[in-house]
């Protein structure tokens, strides 16, 4: 019921941006050929619908279709909606959709470039950068299941700092929550992508600063519903590559740390199989 409830308000704000409050949210509860977009919830869903904007009206003009930009209340819960097929397409982190290739049988099309910075974010105020101040404390973090966080989490342990032995990981609901926490002195770092911390409140940044780059991921990736049908996902595709030189591609590319679109190897693909049960473990949760 909250899920269907959230969807709702999430399409609200759609309409919103959209300028037209009412008539696209009828359309998004009854237009059953519309291309739903996935988009993973890394950010407040406001963010995130003005963020995939431009996606948004690049297929719609381009398909002559109805299109939407869905997002979830979570990572657990995107995952969940995913797999039950709930989306035409996704934009999500690497590690999910890995998960969603293996265990959904979605289809990879692209990858967003360059790569991802993961970075450990501290106050402003505090001049030590070392990691050892999180022994016997918590690690702050919006999105646990992230390939950011799990990188982190891995750069940590090779610096002899585990996860529930050493500190406690806690999961925030918000950016309130998040720099409360830092605030405070409960939790000395928190950890998130280059990205998120670049799409904060101003004021919030200027109250903290990057202590340190830990880890290089991959970019979100860009996969197809396995139902699709052939030939629409072939026109998909041959529209996705095209879309960096479209006048809605510019726009989307001009947001800090996106540049482009690569191919997903099967290189890229077997990488990411170490953090499949972690990934695993932590939608669960």
């Given amino acids: 019921m909250i899920d269907r409830v959230y969807a709702v308000v999430v399409r609200l704000m759609m309409a ?3 300028g037209a409050l009412f008539a696209p949210l009828v359309q998004a509860q009854t237009d059953t050929s519309a291309l739903v977009i996935g988009a993973v919830p890394n950010m407040s869903a406001r963010v995130v ?18 299109v939407e930009v869905s997002t979830s209340i979570d990572f657990p819960t995107f995952s969940r909606e ?3 097929g709930n989306y035409s397409m996704i934009f999500t982190p690497a590690n999910l959709g890995r998960v969603a290739q293996v265990d959904g049988g979605w289809i990879p099309l692209a990858r967003l ?19 050892n101040q999180l022994s016997g404390k918590l690690l702050a973090t919006s999105n646990p299941s992230s390939l950011v966080v799990l990188a982190g989490l891995n750069w ?14 806690t999961t925030v609901p918000n950016d309130d929550s998040l720099f409360a926490v830092l605030r405070s002195g409960e939790a000395p770092f928190a950890m998130m992508s280059k990205g998120e911390f670049m799409a904060k409140p101003e004021n919030m940044r200027q109250a903290t600063r990057i202590v340190s780059e830990m880890e290089i991921v991959s970019g979100f990736w860009i996969l197809t519903n396995p139902k699709m049908p052939v030939a629409q996902r072939q026109r998909i595709q041959e529209l996705l590559l095209a879309f ?9 590319f001009a947001s800090p740390g996106r540049n482009g679109l690569s191919a997903i190897t099967d290189a890229s693909m077997k990488e990411l199989d170490v953090y499949l049960e972690s990934t695993r473990k932590a939608l669960a949760q």
Avoid: H, W
């Fill in 16 to 18: 919103m941006a959209c």
């Fill in 113 to 131: 470039e360059p790569g991802i910075p993961a970075v450990l974010v501290g106050m402003a105020n505090n001049p030590n950068s070392d990691p």
């Fill in 244 to 252: 960096p030189d479209s006048e809605e591609g510019k726009v989307f």
């Fill in 49 to 66: 619908i003005v963020q995939y904007q431009p996606v948004r009206d690049y297929f719609q003009r381009t398909l002559k279709q109805s």
């Fill in 156 to 169: 940590l342990k090779g610096r002899k700092l585990e996860a529930g032995r050493d500190y406690k990981l």
């Fill in 82 to 84: 995913t797999l039950k």
